[in-house]
C-alpha cells in the first residue's frame, strides 16, 4: 500500500479539490470541480474528479493504490462512514460514502478523513515541518487538526481539536452548537464577514485588513478582535497539545501575512506578562499555510495510503 | 528493562510517597517519608525511600530494574533534569535529578516524569480502562496528565496539558502565571479553601462540600462555582484530546462522589442544550481516581520500565 498513484480529493460545500500523488508523494495533476450535494452527487462528482485525473495522466483508475478523501462531518475512518456533514447536503448518520465511492470506482479502496485532519497531515508533509503539528483551520467554523509525534489524533468520538466549541466569553452569544461565547463565534472568518460593512462594501477579511491598514479605525476593532481570537485559539492549542508547530489555515488565513504577524503580536505582548506563556515561546511556533497549496487533498492522499 | 523490580517516587512539597512493583507492575511494598526541601535534601530522602522499600521486601537496591520518579515541575525525561521545581525548594533551572540520584543509589537508573503525567499512567494502570484517558489533577494547581492510545503526551516543551492556565473567566482575577481569569482559580482546590470560612472553621473542601450539602447556602455557593470549573475543565479535555476517560485525581477530588456527582450533573445539564455536547458524552467519560490509591509512584514505576 505505499508505492504506487494515489489520488486526494477535498471535498467542500460548494467545490471539490482532487490530487494526484506519485510514489514519492509528488503532486503530479490537480485537479477542481463544482460540488454536486447529497450522497448520490457527492459520491458522482467525486468519482468524475478521480477519473479525469487518472485520464488526464494517463494512467487507468483501476492502477490507483487509494483514493483518501476529506469531508466536513463526523467520519469513522474504519468504515468510511460519514455523519453529519451538512455542508454536503449530507445530513443523514453513518452515510458510508467510502463504500459508495469503491463501488463507484469499481473498487479502488478509499479512505476518508475529516477535512481537517487531512489537512493537517497535508500541511505536516507540504511544510517539510516535522509531523508534531496542529492545522488551525479559519473557515466558515474553527476547528483543528492534530499531529502527534507523527500520528493524526482523531479522538474516541472523533471529537478531537473541536476548540472552535471551547467558551472564549462566558457572556457571549449563543453558539449554534447550543453553547454560549465559543471561540468559533470570535476567531472564524464568517464573523469577520458578518462583522462587515465596516465601511461602504468592506466585507470580506482581506478589505478588513486592508482598511484597517489605511487607518478605518471601525476596521481596525474588527481586525483586532479577530487576531485576538486566533491567538487564543493558538494559545490554547499550546497549552492543551503543546504541538511544535501551529499552521494557520483555512480560506481566512488567506489574508497572509497580516494575520500571521498580528497574532505574533498578540502573542508576545502576553508572554511578555507572563512566564508560563514566555517559556512556552507560542509565538515561534506559529506559521502560514503554505499560500495555495491543496493541503487537505494531499493529506487525505498520504492518509490512504498510511504515510504521514 | 521489562522485568524484575522496580520502584516509583511521587515527589511533593510535603511528603515522599514510595512503591515497590513486581515484575508482573503488582504493588508489593509502600512507604511514606517527610520531603526534606532543597535539591540535597530531595535527593536524600528519595534514595532512602528505596533503600528502605528495597530492605522491607529483601531485596538489593542494586537488583532494581530502575526507579522512576514524579515530581512537580518542568521535566526533561531524556536527561532527568528538573527546572523550576519551586514547591520542592529546588527553584534553579536543569537540576540533574535524575543523574544525583542515580548516583546516590550506586547507579541505579532513574526516570524523572513530571507528577501528574505519572499520575496519568499510573491511573491507566490502576483503573484497568485502557490507555486513552486524561488524568485531571485537582490540586494547589490543576493540569492534565494525558494518555493518548497507550502514549503520554509530554509536549514539544513538556508543557502539554497546561490546561489550568486557558482562560475561564477574562474578566477575572490576575493568575500568578501573569494571565486574568486561569482555570486554575476557579477549578483549584486551593481555591475552594481560600473561599472559606464559609461557616464557622469551614475551609477544608470535605466541609464545603458537607456544609452545602446540610443547607448552608454560601458553602452551596462556593460548592456549585467550583463543580463548574471542574466541569468546564472536564469538556474542555474532551473538545481538545476527545479521551476515553477522564480521571478525577489529586487531593481535592477526595471530596469522591458528591464532586463526581456535581461534574456528571452538570455535563448532562450542558449536554441538553447542545447537540454537539451530547455527542461527545462528556458525562460517561468521567470517573473519580481509585481513593486512596498511589497513582503517581505506579505510574513513575511503570515509566522507568517503559510500560504504560
Redesign the interface.
Known sequence: MSSGWSVGLDIGGTKVDGVLLDSASAVRGTLRAATVRGTDGVVTCASRVVRELCAAAGIDTADVVGVGVGVPG?VDPRTGSVSHAVNLGMDLSDVPLGALLTSALDGVPVRVENDVNAAALGAAHLLGLGA?LAYLALGTGVAAGVV??G?L???????????G??????SGPQCA???RGCLELYASGSTLDAAGPVGPGLRASHEVFEAAAAGDPRAAGVRDAFVEAVA?AV??I???????RVVLGGGFAEVGEPLLGGVHAVLRR?AD?????R???SAD?VVLAPPGAPVAPVGAALAVRGRV
Open positions: 463526523l508534531d502527534l509525534d500520528r489524533r482523531r479522538g474516541f468520538r472523533g471529537g478531537a481539536g473541536e476548540i466549541h471551547v467558551t472564549y466569553e462566558p452548537c447550543g453553547q487564543a494559545r490554547l499550546v497549552l492543551t497539545y503543546d504541538v511544535e502576553q506578562g507572563s512566564g508560563l506563556l517559556s512556552l515561546a511556533r
